[in-house]
């Protein structure tokens, strides 16, 4: 599964420069390619992020998670998000799970992978309980 440029141009930014809160990725399966989908501003909340992802297919994802620690500190975490809703085709989930790890390997700064087939599993107290 190649990776195509942008999404490592798009990674970067959100670590580095924090041009994005999230990314959503998709694999094109005709050109066996990750490619970007939807990138949110900085000003995206969770909610707009968890409304990018479709309900019947399955998605990677990154998002930026500010969060205050318990001695006052401003953080932030990187989470790497493996989407697989029960309603997407067998084949797809598939895909996306044998080329999640080699996909990963090249977004160098991940903090944090969760892995959901539904919004219960990616809520913002489990974002927030693993960040922690």
Not at 31 to 39: F, G
Not at 97 to 107: G, W
Not at 110 to 121: C, K, N, R, Y
Request: charged share 35%.
């Amino acid at each position: 599964m190649a990776v195509h440029d942008e999404c490592k141009l798009k990674f970067l930014e959100l670590k580095a420069k924090r041009n994005h809160r999230f990314i959503v990725f998709k694999i094109d399966e005709k050109i066996q390619q990750v490619t970007v989908e939807r990138v949110g501003s900085p000003q995206a909340s969770y909610e707009d992020f968890t409304k990018s992802l479709p309900a019947d297919e399955c998605r990677y994802a990154v998002f930026d998670f500010d969060f205050t620690t318990s001695e006052n500190v401003q953080k932030s975490k990187i989470f790497f998000i493996a989407w697989a809703p029960d309603a997407s085709r067998v084949r797809s989930k598939m895909v996306y799970a044998s080329s999640k790890d080699r996909f990963k390997r090249e977004l160098d700064g991940i903090h944090v992978e969760l892995q959901a087939t539904d919004p219960s599993e990616m809520s913002l107290d489990i974002i927030k309980g693993r960040a922690l």
